[in-house]
């Protein structure tokens, strides 16, 4: 068991804060329930949700419940990463930064807004390869997606007619790719180090999810 701080000021266990039993509900789904310490003085509380992973937050604590050790550890290292990202003063493109981490995150934001997030092992590279003139489809992705959606076109398609080889013969798509890739080179850039590749894709995600940035998906195709 872990030790998280409590808002009265003592460090304590897990086990010892609170103890916990499982049931089953009318609509198959468990049931944690979670009696506290006395000494916390909040109450009982009660959250559905999945079986495999329960997270209750109750004032400054967060316990996760239900989760495999390995998998914990790593979760637990997100949102510090998190906050070293949304902390870390912004640059564009015309200004990268001397020194920068060598592996991580990267978020594109504009006016204010989050954007697009990306991993990488080597973050100086492909921030160019994101915003060069010359970058292709395959480099720049998320100029590809906004020059989509600047020529109506947000459907992807595997067909030869549909394909981003057959858009990239529309001049007027070419243009909108152009234009795309100028406007990412004037966007804000944050950046986090994160060399562990397995913390590295789940902070992606956590980092895409929390700012809800709009031209992040997880499709499968």
Known sequence: MGKFPAPWGADIHYKEFLTWRLEVGADWRLKLVVRNAAEAGIGERQVSGSPILHRLTLGYITL????HEQFRQ???SLHPRFEALLQCPPFSFVDLPKQMPKSGIYLF???GRDLYVGRTNNIRARLQQHCRAGSSHNSAPFAFRLAREARNVVRASYKPEGSRGNLLQDP???????EAKARLRAMHIRVVEEGNPLRQALLEMYVAVSLEAPYNDFDNH
Not at 64 to 67: A, D, N, P, R
């Open 172 to 178: 007027h798509f070419l243009l909108a790719f152009t």
């Open 109 to 111: 934001s504009e006016a």
């Open 64 to 67: 996760v419940l239900l989760m």
């Open 74 to 76: 790593h979760v637990e």
